[in-house]
């Protein structure tokens, strides 16, 4: 079992940068892959950046690939999102996941979410 809570989210104008933080507790953090989606009003939830549990391979969704940068610490239980550049349509609930071993998809714990909005 694994929780999972995100921080970090807020108002900022469009070309600036938030750091998303998400805490997770429970045992073996560090044998669980992470990620992050979001969720837009009237949209499906999408996938954004993903980190397997030894941190050694990234994956980024291709309209964050290059502004986004996923990262853990898992002495600390942590997974970060830096978001750099940022735009109008990045406006979402972010959401922090877990899923164990490699990344396949198979999301099992989520977060509550925090929510980013960025102003034009």
């Known amino acids: 079992q694994v929780q999972l809570v995100e921080s970090g989210g807020g108002l900022v104008q469009a070309g600036g940068s938030l750091r998303l933080s998400c805490a997770a507790s429970?045992?073996?953090?560090?044998?669980?892959?992470m990620g992050w989606f979001r969720q837009a009003p009237g949209k499906e939830r999408e996938f954004v950046a993903a980190?397997?549990?030894?941190?050694?391979?990234?994956y980024y969704s291709d309209s964050v690939k290059g502004r986004f940068t996923i990262s853990r610490d898992n002495a600390k239980n942590m997974v970060y999102l830096q978001m750099n550049s940022l735009k109008p349509e990045d406006t979402a609930v972010y959401y922090c996941a877990a899923e164990p071993g490699v990344v396949s998809g198979r999301w099992t714990y989520w977060g509550q979410g925090t929510q980013v909005t960025v102003s034009s």
């Open positions: 429970g045992r073996s953090f560090s044998s669980y892959s």
């Open positions: 980190v397997t549990w030894s941190g050694g391979t990234t």
